[in-house]
């Protein structure tokens, strides 16, 4: 059983940073390597969107277009987290952060949340202007 456990959210100021985490607490961590790891987010009253994804060793990365070169996602394997590290963050980043995993055995860095198929409970970022 994969089970993600975010942390890391708060209310910070544009141009702050915050590291958000994910832990797969679950009793299939093991497979935690084999598997694609992502970050999508939602905005209230909209829908969730793709942030970014990071393959099973961390060589490759993708990332949403409005956050490429302020965040940057990477993965520790031995401790089954995976991170985002947001950079001078924007009051359009305020949403709800959702850690991600994909099925083992799926490659594709997906930016379509239905072909994800393990979620975290979420955590709430709010960045004030």
């Known amino acids: 059983q994969v089970q993600l456990v975010e942390s890391g959210g708060g209310l910070v100021q544009a141009g702050a940073s915050l590291r958000l985490s994910c832990r797969d607490s679950?009793?299939?961590?093991?497979?935690?390597?084999?598997?694609?790891m992502g970050w999508f987010r939602q905005a209230a009253g909209k829908e969730r969107e793709f942030v970014a994804a990071i393959n099973f060793v961390g060589g490759s990365t993708d990332y949403a277009d409005s956050v490429r070169a302020r965040f940057t996602i990477s993965r520790d394997n031995v401790k089954r987290t995976v991170y985002l590290q947001m950079n001078r963050l924007k009051p359009e980043d305020t949403a709800v952060y959702y850690c991600?995993?994909?099925?083992?055995?799926?490659?594709?860095?997906?930016?379509?949340?239905?072909?994800?198929?393990?979620w975290g409970q979420g955590t709430q970022v709010t960045v004030s202007s």
């Open positions: 991600a995993a994909r099925q083992v055995g799926d490659w594709d860095m997906d930016h379509d949340s239905k072909e994800w198929q393990h």
């Open positions: 679950g009793d299939s961590g093991h497979t935690f390597s084999s598997r694609v």
